[in-house]
């Protein structure tokens, strides 16, 4: 059975940082290109991050740049977001997802972590 | 900066067709853009449900069906059920890695 796992959500105060863990198994995480999606509350989905399975190749959404940072680790079969300095507007619910190169589509879905940043 | 639009939201009666679309604010939308879509309901993961345009994932109905209806992608929903009740998102690959989301279509079944 596939899953993905993520955590490390919770609550930061603004100007903090956090680190967020997606631990992949059920298929051959090492394969693919991952990905980190977000949804603030009552809002539509929005494309954080990706890293292909090398690590070679990683991209952000424009907002996203400078503050986030994508890696993994394949031999832990994982995946890992740094946020800084974070802010109101970060508030999310934070998924991880596979990407089929491709289908050029996600495969799988985590659950996701809640991230909310409030003083 | 690229937008991707959808239908804020829809109204379907039990048993009846709905087609959803997905397009660009600036271009049209085609093959190349591997356009996908993926449901949502309250407090759940999305689910990945047409990939490549007009392909069904693994277990997904085939009341549902992806296309391309002029110059964007459509999701139509044939025979729609109450579980169908749902928010709806297409997605499309701009090349370079980078991928937008459209702004969810919300579905209504009643």
């Known amino acids: 059975e596939v899953q993905l796992v993520e955590s490390g959500g919770g609550l930061v105060k603004p100007g903090g940082s956090l680190r967020l863990s997606c631990e992949a198994s059920?298929?051959?995480?090492?394969?693919?290109?991952m990905n980190w999606v977000r949804q603030a509350p009552g809002k539509g989905l929005e494309w954080v991050s990706s890293i292909s399975s090398s690590s070679r190749d990683i991209y952000y959404a424009d907002s996203m740049k400078g503050r986030f940072t994508i890696s993994r680790d394949n031999a832990k079969n994982s995946l890992y977001l740094q946020i800084n300095s974070l802010r109101a507007e970060d508030t999310a619910v934070y998924y991880c997802?596979?990407?089929?190169?491709?289908?050029?589509?996600?495969?799988?879905w985590g659950r996701g972590t809640l991230v909310t940043v409030s003083s | 900066q690229t937008v991707v639009t959808q239908e804020p939201s829809f109204s379907v009666s039990p048993g009846g067709t709905v087609t959803l679309t997905c397009g660009l604010m600036s271009g049209s939308v085609s093959t190349s853009h591997y356009p996908s879509w993926y449901q949502q309901t309250p407090g759940q993961a999305p689910r990945t449900l047409i990939y490549?345009?007009?392909i069904r994932s693994s277990g997904v109905p085939d009341r549902f069906t992806g296309s391309i209806l002029g110059n964007k992608a459509a999701l139509t929903i044939t025979g729609a059920q109450t579980d169908d009740e749902s928010d709806y998102y297409c997605l499309l690959y701009m090349g370079r890695g980078i991928v937008v989301f459209g702004g969810g279509t919300k579905l209504t079944v009643l």
């Open positions: 997802a596979n990407w089929y190169t491709s289908r050029g589509a996600y495969e799988y």
């Open positions: 059920g298929f051959s995480f090492s394969t693919y290109s």
């Open positions: 490549s345009t007009n």
